[in-house]
């Protein structure tokens, strides 16, 4: 099968680990790339040997007719964007978060149904290497079925320098990191029955809340407290904070330590095994294990458009992601533990019945 042609949207900070991380893959060849700064989109084409720049995402869509459009851009713009590619016929791949509310997300999931064309999201953080080891021994059932698991994310790397943007979100971690680690909280443990959240603002010159703590108890039975937060910003930090797991099980548990450390605890002992990422060139020693994540989450993807493979995080799955989002907001706000109903599980399951 021949090389799939696509287009990259936005020309950003990430979009070049993204760039880089389909340049690690075969059957992939980026064509062209849109950028509404027309200039800043030149230069990252020279960057990556791209022979097409547009300022103008409909001329693009028209004149190069990808096999799909990787959308790389903030999440104000990436709504119009995902539709502007539905309405041309061109299967999407989206950052997260999908969408800047459930209502938008909705539009965005009828759009690209309507229009019969595969919505995809680049969720990466479920690929981390010693996170994939995680869900292994998970299914492999040897702690028993978990009852208890803490995921914890609390970083004091400064993000704030390379994305100066994000301390103007209204709502802040939960939309950045809260997106990965509740996705997850679903990938490891299933879907969550209830849910409470408190948040804080620990530096005030953030607009949105940059701590979070959120408690569900999963349908599978497991209670899952997830810590999430930028609660520091020292001006030099030497690495990127790994996400910690711990699980505990009737039998054992399973702890995600860092330096890509998995130890599962069980009668027979406790066994140890490194299991850090890929050091790709391209990656930034700071950042290398979300890099690294990129180019499995591409290779996943990929797959689903060249109907080779089954896509993980799909628009419709990454949804029900979105929706623990936005409960969490509600619970902080309310002060009082969200249910999860009957109903609301039928339309994160199904989507399609939630658009109005």
Same mark, same amino acid.
């Given at each position: 099968?021949?090389?799939?042609?696509?287009?990259?949207?936005?020309?950003?900070?990430?979009? %070049? $680990?993204?760039?880089?991380?389909?340049?690690?893959?075969?059957?992939?060849?980026?064509?062209?790339?849109?950028?509404?700064?027309?200039?800043?989109?030149?230069?990252?084409? %020279?960057?990556?040997?791209?022979?097409?720049?547009?300022?103008?995402?409909?001329?693009?869509?028209?004149?190069?007719?990808?096999?799909?459009?990787?959308?790389?851009?903030?999440?104000? /713009?990436?709504?119009?964007?995902?539709?502007?590619?539905?309405?041309?016929?061109?299967?999407?791949?989206? +950052?997260?978060?999908?969408?800047? !509310?459930?209502?938008?997300?909705?539009?965005?999931?009828?759009?690209?149904?309507?229009?019969?064309?595969?919505?995809?999201?680049?969720?990466?953080?479920?690929?981390?290497? +010693?996170?994939?080891?995680?869900? %292994?021994?998970?299914?492999?059932?040897?702690?028993?079925?978990?009852? %208890?698991?803490?995921? /914890?994310?609390?970083?004091? $790397?400064?993000? $704030?320098?390379?994305?100066? +943007?994000?301390?103007?979100?209204?709502?802040?971690?939960?939309?950045?990191?809260?997106?990965?680690?509740?996705?997850?909280?679903?990938?490891?443990?299933?879907?969550?029955?209830?849910?409470?959240?408190?948040?804080?603002?620990?530096?005030?010159?953030?607009?949105?809340?940059?701590?979070?703590?959120?408690?569900?108890?999963?349908?599978?039975?497991?209670?899952?407290?997830?810590?999430?937060?930028?609660?520091?910003?020292?001006?030099?930090?030497?690495?990127?904070?790994?996400?910690?797991?711990?699980?505990?099980?009737?039998?054992?548990?399973?702890?995600?330590?860092?330096?890509?450390?998995?130890?599962?605890?069980?009668?027979?002992?406790?066994? !140890?095994?490194?299991?850090?990422?890929?050091?790709?060139?391209?990656?930034?020693?700071? $950042?290398?294990?979300?890099?690294? /994540?990129?180019?499995?989450?591409?290779?996943?993807?990929?797959?689903?458009?060249?109907?080779?493979?089954?896509?993980?995080?799909?628009?419709?799955?990454?949804?029900?992601?979105?929706?623990?989002?936005?409960?969490?907001?509600?619970?902080?706000?309310?002060?009082?533990?969200? +249910?999860?109903?009957?109903?609301?599980?039928?339309?994160?399951?199904?989507?399609?019945?939630?658009?109005?």
């Amino acid at each position: 099968m021949s090389d799939l042609r696509f287009a990259i949207f936005g020309t950003g900070f990430w979009a %070049r $680990y993204q760039m880089a991380a389909w340049n690690e893959l075969g059957g992939a060849r980026c064509v062209a790339v849109y950028n509404r700064t027309r200039a800043t989109g030149e230069a990252f084409a %020279r960057d990556f040997a791209i022979p097409a720049v547009y300022d103008d995402p409909d001329e693009l869509l028209k004149r190069e007719r990808p096999d799909f459009v990787d959308i790389v851009t903030h999440p104000s /713009s990436l709504s119009a964007l995902v539709k502007t590619a539905a309405a041309h016929g061109v299967p999407v791949i989206s +950052q997260k978060p999908m969408a800047p !509310s459930l209502e938008v997300a909705r539009a965005n999931l009828k759009a690209c149904r309507d229009a019969g064309v595969p919505y995809l999201i680049h969720e990466n953080w479920r690929w981390q290497t +010693q996170l994939r080891e995680l869900k %292994r021994v998970l299914n492999e059932g040897a702690i028993g079925p978990p009852f %208890r698991a803490r995921i /914890s994310m609390v970083s004091a $790397y400064p993000v $704030y320098v390379n994305e100066p +943007q994000i301390k103007d979100l209204e709502e802040f971690i939960l939309t950045d990191m809260g997106t990965h680690i509740l996705d997850l909280a679903r990938f490891l443990f299933g879907e969550a029955g209830r849910l409470y959240c408190q948040t804080q603002r620990v530096h005030k010159d953030c607009k949105g809340e940059d701590v979070a703590t959120v408690m569900m108890t999963m349908g599978s039975g497991t209670t899952v407290t997830c810590e999430i937060g930028y609660p520091e910003n020292p001006v030099e930090c030497d690495y990127f904070p790994q996400t910690l797991v711990f699980v505990e099980g009737p039998h054992g548990t399973i702890e995600i330590a860092r330096d890509y450390w998995a130890r599962v605890t069980t009668a027979s002992g406790t066994h !140890s095994k490194r299991h850090p990422p890929v050091l790709y060139k391209w990656v930034d020693p700071d $950042y290398h294990v979300v890099h690294s /994540s990129i180019v499995s989450c591409n290779a996943n993807l990929l797959s689903a458009l060249r109907a080779e493979g089954s896509a993980e995080t799909t628009a419709e799955d990454n949804y029900k992601t979105l929706e623990l989002v936005f409960a969490a907001y509600d619970s902080s706000r309310l002060e009082k533990v969200i +249910q999860i109903s009957s109903k609301e599980v039928e339309h994160r399951t199904n989507p399609e019945h939630a658009v109005m």
